[in-house]
């Protein structure tokens, strides 16, 4: 289960085709690329900068994959993601995975991105003619993760909020 | 007890910086100890780590609560909430 945390770009095709190379037994190939947006929260985006945490991201994201193989039977998983300072159109995220029918691969693919939006230590800051901005954390993402129900392996005993934390 | 500070996003830009070695005073045993022990630093550190702040903490690169106790040359860490992807 491949992750790479990189400033340089990615070829999706190239990605996948390693990713399914000497794999027959795959029937199933699910991918979600995520992309910089010309336009957040009613401004333009002239560039936006992803910041991480070296050392705890990678070992967030092994968690992730990690906890979607515990939950489908997948063959393989692969997740980049980019850091520094990216351009609208330009891609930021690439979640692969392959299972021998779609069912686990759709299902993990979402769990994966769903997982990371709200638990692996990325932040993003947009640049907008109103001057730089950080990006806060949406409400809607929590909820999504949610859907998942309780996450027993999480890394670390209280990933969620602490009681009585507002929510973002 | 030594501990290494590591701070990110916008609270490292709040504070003016990114990492500090600190030496605690023994009552701080807990992240959130060493949370109340940097906020009372005052100015920006009341700020940037004030109790009704979204924050999220982590202790040797795992998302933790206030309550879990830290050690010896361990990595304490605080950030805003995640928004990558």
């Given at each position: 289960?491949p992750i790479r945390i990189q400033t340089e770009d990615f070829?999706?095709?190239?990605?996948?085709?390693?990713?399914?190379?000497?794999?027959?037994?795959?029937?199933?190939?699910?991918?979600?690329?995520?992309?910089?947006?010309?336009?957040?929260?009613?401004?333009?985006?002239?560039?936006?900068?992803l910041?991480h945490?070296?050392?705890?991201?990678?070992?967030?994201?092994?968690?992730?994959?990690?906890?979607?193989?515990?939950?489908?039977?997948?063959?393989?998983?692969?997740v980049i993601h980019r850091v520094g300072?990216?351009?609208?159109?330009?891609q930021i995220v690439l979640?692969?995975?392959?299972?021998?029918?779609?069912?686990?691969?759709?299902?993990?693919?979402?769990?994966?991105?769903?997982?990371?939006?709200?638990?692996?230590?990325?932040?993003?800051?947009?640049?907008?003619?109103?001057?730089?901005?950080?990006?806060?954390?949406?409400?809607?993402?929590?909820?999504?993760?949610?859907?998942?129900?309780?996450?027993?392996?999480?890394?670390?005993?209280?990933?969620?909020?602490?009681?009585?934390?507002?929510?973002? | 007890?030594?501990?290494?500070?590591?701070?990110?996003?916008?609270?490292?830009?709040?504070?003016?910086?990114?990492?500090?070695?600190?030496?605690?005073?023994?009552?701080?045993?807990?992240?959130?100890?060493?949370?109340?022990?940097?906020?009372?630093?005052?100015?920006?550190?009341?700020?940037?780590?004030?109790?009704?702040?979204?924050?999220?903490?982590?202790?040797?690169?795992?998302?933790?609560?206030?309550?879990?106790?830290?050690?010896?040359?361990?990595?304490?860490?605080?950030?805003?909430?995640?928004?990558?992807?």
């Open positions: 289960m070829d999706l095709g190239a990605e996948v085709a390693r990713l399914r190379a000497s794999q027959p037994q795959v029937g199933a190939v699910v991918v979600f690329v995520g992309t910089v947006r010309d336009m957040n929260e009613g401004a333009s985006v002239a560039t936006m900068e910041e945490y070296p050392g705890m991201t990678e070992k967030a994201l092994q968690a992730i994959v990690g906890q979607a193989r515990a939950r489908w039977e997948l063959v393989d998983a692969l300072l990216l351009q609208p159109l330009e979640v692969a995975v392959t299972s021998k029918h779609r069912g686990e691969a759709f299902a993990a693919c979402e769990f994966i991105m769903d997982y990371l939006k709200t638990q692996a230590p990325f932040w993003k800051k947009e640049q907008t003619p109103q001057g730089a901005r950080w990006v806060d954390a949406r409400v809607a993402d929590d909820e999504a993760l949610a859907k998942w129900g309780p996450l027993a392996a999480l890394p670390g005993p209280a990933a969620a909020p602490a009681p009585g934390e507002p929510q973002p | 007890m030594h501990i290494q500070l590591r701070f990110f996003a916008s609270v490292r830009e709040a504070l003016g910086t990114a990492e500090e070695n600190l030496v605690l005073p023994a009552h701080v045993r807990t992240v959130g100890d060493v949370r109340d022990f940097l906020r009372q630093r005052g100015g920006v550190w009341a700020e940037a780590l004030a109790e009704g702040r979204a924050l999220r903490m982590a202790c040797n690169h795992q998302m933790t609560g206030a309550g879990t106790a830290i050690s010896e040359g361990c990595e304490v860490a605080f950030f805003p909430p995640v928004t990558g992807g």
